[in-house]
């Protein structure tokens, strides 16, 4: 490809393209909205009108401050569409707010609500039909981004085989250059070792400069940085502790300092907690409302007809940061003296016979609700353990006390993997706190919707063998 063909940046007509959609799923919206409302016969034409285009300037701003227009060169599109969903929730809240405090009472709340639900579906399909187009048209050859790989470890040989060689990510390998041994697979865009980088930039166009170099090279990195400054060509290192560090890491600065941080947190953010915790409360407050004031009586009766002892089992269990709190469910087994000692274990003489059909429903974790309200326990979290497991396992089990950098939950990421009930083997128990540490590291308010409703899901129409 010839050095001097002009180099192009992110197309301008995308986002122009996407918020023409948007505005117009929207006034269309609008439209069906109306139609099934009024019947076609709008109360204020004009005022309704207007609230249509002042929502669709408000969306756009919205998409604009999310970065919904920015298309991904590797895409995800269940990522795309979580961040759609996600911009389209603070929409919602957005509208909500403005019918709330707003004087005029002229927009339906029932007509919104339609527009909001004809402009989701809308949306989503709109986007997954785009990210389809896309992808099937750099698979075509087109939109693809020219790369130049300097380096040759595992992480890059991972690149090459996930990302670089698949036609629907859009890159094209202009070459690599490397001084290690080169596989048969990597001959063909292998160019030469690392003293011959220079001259074959001169001679050919490429878009990046993907580094993943030892320290020691570090003259030739910073050669090719200054090259490209010079040459408009972007540049991406890839650190080499990455290849043996395990891990997901981000790099904070400070004066300039680069600072590794080994763990991404989302709920550090006081946006992503207070979002989880409104979560929490309001779901835990429809429970109590509709299903535990009615629930509780029946089972409270059923718990004291049918054995001695009290009708909640109160137990220390590890929280967050490893705080210990009072823990509720509705007994399930006898009174005995070593429930802070003993897990339960499959056919269990401790456990009575509601108690083993309350544990397979999991209908015992309900009052658990009680201690999500006291701000002790979220709804999706590592599931707290008590207190003598927890000095065990920090123990046995690598990393085990990350689990404890969230509040515990009701539900987890774990369970819903089949990483519940009894722990046999040490593997079960490692199982488990990976499972928790990745919900940590990758937590998302639609992750918790899912864990929720995959949760929901089992308890009325899934048999876990591991509930018992």
Request: net charge positive; proline share 3%.
């Amino acid at each position: 490809m010839s050095k001097n063909k002009s180099r192009k940046g992110k197309s301008k007509f995308t986002p122009f393209l996407f918020s023409a959609i948007d505005v117009f799923l929207l006034i269309t919206s609008f439209f069906l909205a109306n139609q099934l409302v009024f019947d076609g016969i709008s109360p204020n034409i004009i005022f309704y009108s207007s609230s249509a285009l002042v929502f669709s300037v408000i969306w756009i701003i919205m998409s604009l401050k999310f970065n919904l227009y920015e298309i991904p060169r590797i895409i995800y599109t269940y990522k795309v569409l979580s961040e759609n969903i996600y911009a389209l929730f603070n929409f919602s809240l957005l509208i909500g707010g403005i019918l709330f405090f707003s004087a005029s009472t002229m927009l339906s709340p029932l007509f919104m609500a339609y527009v909001l639900l004809f402009f989701l579906l809308g949306l989503l399909f709109w986007r997954f039909l785009a990210m389809y187009i896309i992808k099937t048209y750099r698979k075509q050859g087109n939109n693809y981004r020219s790369i130049l790989l300097v380096g040759l470890n595992k992480n890059i040989a991972t690149l090459i085989d996930e990302i670089y060689l698949k036609p629907k990510y859009g890159y094209k390998i202009a070459g690599l250059f490397t001084d290690a041994n080169v596989k048969n697979n990597l001959k063909e865009i292998y160019k030469g070792g690392l003293s011959e980088i220079t001259a074959f930039l001169e001679n050919n166009y490429v878009d990046e400069i993907i580094i993943s170099l030892p320290h020691h090279a570090g003259k030739l990195i910073n050669d090719l940085f200054r090259y490209a400054d010079n040459n408009m060509i972007r540049v991406r290192v890839i650190p080499e502790f990455s290849e043996y560090l395990s891990q997901t890491f981000s790099i904070d600065y400070v004066q300039n300092i680069p600072i590794l941080k080994l763990r991404s947190e989302p709920l550090n953010s006081i946006t992503n907690r207070t979002l989880k915790r409104c979560f929490d409360i309001l779901f835990s407050l429809i429970t109590t409302l509709f299903i535990f004031t009615w629930l509780f009586p029946i089972i409270a009766i059923i718990i004291k007809l049918t054995s001695n002892g009290p009708v909640f089992f109160v137990q220390k269990r590890t929280g967050k940061d490893g705080i210990a709190f009072n823990c509720f469910k509705f007994r399930s087994m006898s009174v005995n003296s070593n429930s802070d000692n003993l897990q339960a274990t499959k056919n269990d003489a401790r456990v009575t016979d509601f108690g083993a059909f309350m544990r397979k429903t999991s209908i015992d974790e309900l009052p658990q609700i009680i201690n999500v309200l006291l701000n002790q326990m979220s709804l999706v979290g590592p599931r707290p353990h008590m207190l003598k497991h927890t000095d065990e396992y920090r123990v046995l089990v690598d990393k085990f006390m990350v689990r404890h950098f969230a509040k515990p939950g009701v539900t987890g990421w774990a369970q819903i993997n089949g990483f519940r009930g009894e722990t046999k083997l040490l593997k079960d128990m490692e199982n488990r706190a990976a499972a928790d540490i990745w919900y940590i590291e990758n937590w998302s308010f639609f992750l918790d919707i899912k864990i929720v409703l995959s949760t929901a899901w089992s308890m009325f129409f899934k048999k876990d063998e591991n509930a018992f």
